[in-house]
């Protein structure tokens, strides 16, 4: 039996028997939590005399484990401990880095459930969608242990002229990356992308965002049994306002997961500072269901596209492109389909949707909501409140009538809401696609070559076809980001670590023909020789 079915039969014994009061579900969470942590203080490495600050959790509504608040001076010795670790972990060859990915990868499959427990702690979502964290990271920590040598060697290029010139083009770490994670992943954003930089020789010093810090923390203990330094990744809990300016002067690369208005903010202080940065943000993703679509099957994975985590997704579906033949079919089915959807703050695996990660989220996706029906959208489904399931629950939620002017139209929502429009040829389905000023992910369902057609003629970073995200989110050796506001940089890919490193060309000149005047020749003679040369290697095809 594999490491994850042996997981997933421990899940499904569990459960059988999965408490039924928050109180229970609480203490269980916090039992797993610490199965990870003993004492926090030290797994952070701050001093004992640090506040507390609590959260309180989505999925029980009781205060969870308090996280102590790193100050400023804190980061200052973070950056120290992590640029010192730094320098001996860049020393290390690519197979001791690949033996901690895989020893990471698998004591994340041993201790996924405890790991769930604490991700659906803090963040409400259903076991199934933290169970796609837990994959993510095991695919994340698995592809770079595999391919890290390849991404590290030395690379032989052409030179300035042919074997005349030896050139290689080597790369190293930048060094000290900062990394602020969101709150809607917490281990997948929150540690996958530390993972490609600790992996391509650099120390990590991570924000966790403020509402989901317990999940990092446990994930940094596993990292740490792993046999990882633990200055190589360093946490500073403690508020964006407080934190992030000094933490991007701190380092030499950002890495951000977030809104677009944040990261406009933190791309301006990166590039004050000359330092490179990666951002994925938001989206206002389409979904176009063409006219030879299986319907039943677009119907499904729209709700696996827009449902998952409650909408809280970058990459998920927010706009639904019907074509007119099959509109009301699809409607229909849809329709009956959410409905049926079962909402609830539960460890149970059979949840198909948890509870929204907070007050302020909820009031979010709500304003849009009430904000569309008063300009006249009306909803087929949801549109409304659960209190009944959680304070934090809201309704899966398809509108019909949504017109420009209302703000759920063009401004990502970030919860379970979907726009549904009709649409009579491709041309207009493209053009509605595109007409945003987001580019992350978009989804395309019919007939394959059809749907490939279409999906040329998207303006989205990820494509897929048949499926919501995860086809392309799971796609670890393709890059994977946002086109126009939806963000700079990639994640996944050999792009996903080199953006890491820095590369440096060496290149090594024949002693015997420099590339300067040789044999008395003057300047205007050599221009000449030298001219006829580039011109031969022109016709002969060089390259």
Request: aromatic share 8%; proline share 5%; glycine share 8%.
């Amino acid at each position: 039996m594999s490491t994850v079915e042996s997981t997933l039969e421990t899940e499904t014994s569990q459960t059988t028997e999965a408490p039924a009061s928050a109180s229970a579900i609480h203490r269980r969470c916090e039992e797993s939590f610490h199965h990870f942590v003993k004492d926090i203080y030290e797994t952070v490495n701050l001093p004992a005399d640090r506040p507390l600050r609590h959260v309180k959790s989505p999925l029980t509504s009781l205060e969870a484990t308090g996280v102590p608040q790193a100050t400023l001076e804190d980061l200052e010795d973070a950056v120290a401990r992590a640029k010192a670790a730094q320098k001996r972990w860049a020393k290390t060859p690519a197979s001791v880095r690949s033996q901690w990915l895989l020893r990471l990868h698998d004591l994340l499959w041993k201790n996924a459930a405890e790991m769930m427990d604490i991700i659906q702690w803090e963040s409400g979502k259903s076991r199934y969608h933290a169970f796609d964290e837990i994959q993510d990271v095991a695919l994340n920590s698995r592809y770079y242990a595999r391919t890290l040598s390849h991404v590290l060697r030395d690379e032989r290029r052409r030179g300035a002229f042919p074997v005349l010139t030896q050139t290689t083009v080597m790369y190293a770490p930048k060094g000290l990356v900062g990394v602020i994670a969101p709150w809607n992943y917490p281990l997948a954003m929150g540690i996958s992308d530390a993972i490609a930089a600790i992996a391509a020789g650099n120390a990590v010093v991570t924000k966790p965002d403020s509402n989901t810090p317990l999940t990092v923390i446990a994930a940094k203990a596993l990292m740490v049994r792993a046999g990882l330094d633990p200055d190589l990744f360093t946490i500073v809990p403690g508020r964006g306002s407080v934190i992030g300016t000094p933490l991007i002067a701190s380092v030499n690369y950002m890495m951000f997961t977030g809104s677009t208005k944040t990261g406009r903010s933190i791309a301006a202080q990166a590039g004050e500072n000359l330092i490179g940065v990666s951002a994925e943000l938001g989206g206002k993703n389409p979904m176009i269901v063409l006219a030879d679509a299986n319907v039943d099957a677009a119907v499904k994975g729209l709700i696996r596209g827009a449902f998952s985590n409650g909408g809280q997704l970058c990459v998920s579906i927010e706009r639904l492109y019907v074509h007119d033949s099959i509109y009301e079919e699809f409607k229909q089915k849809l329709v009956a389909t959410v409905e049926a959807m079962r909402i609830e703050a539960s460890l149970d695996w059979d949840v198909d949707m948890g509870v929204m990660v907070s007050d302020d989220q909820l009031h979010t996706v709500e304003t849009q909501v009430n904000d569309a029906l008063d300009k006249g959208a009306f909803p087929l489904v949801g549109a409304r409140r659960l209190p009944e399931v959680a304070p934090t629950a809201y309704a899966p939620t398809i509108l019909e009538g949504v017109k420009e002017g209302m703000e759920v139209f063009n401004h990502e929502t970030f919860g379970p809401v979907v726009s549904l429009y009709r649409f009579h040829t491709d041309e207009q389905a493209i053009a509605l696609a595109n007409d945003t000023n987001y580019g992350l992910n978009s989804s395309i369902w019919g007939n394959p070559s059809h749907a490939f057609a279409v999906a040329r003629q998207i303006e989205t970073g990820t494509v897929n076809i048949n499926e919501g995200f995860t086809a392309a989110w799971g796609s670890m050796d393709a890059p994977m980001g946002g086109w126009k506001e939806s963000g700079i940089g990639r994640r996944h890919g050999i792009e996903g670590i080199r953006k890491y490193m820095e590369a440096k060309t060496i290149a090594v000149q024949n002693r015997a023909v420099p590339i300067a005047p040789i044999l008395g020749l003057s300047k205007q003679q050599y221009a000449g020789v030298l001219t006829f040369a580039l011109k031969a290697l022109r016709w002969l095809r060089f390259k």
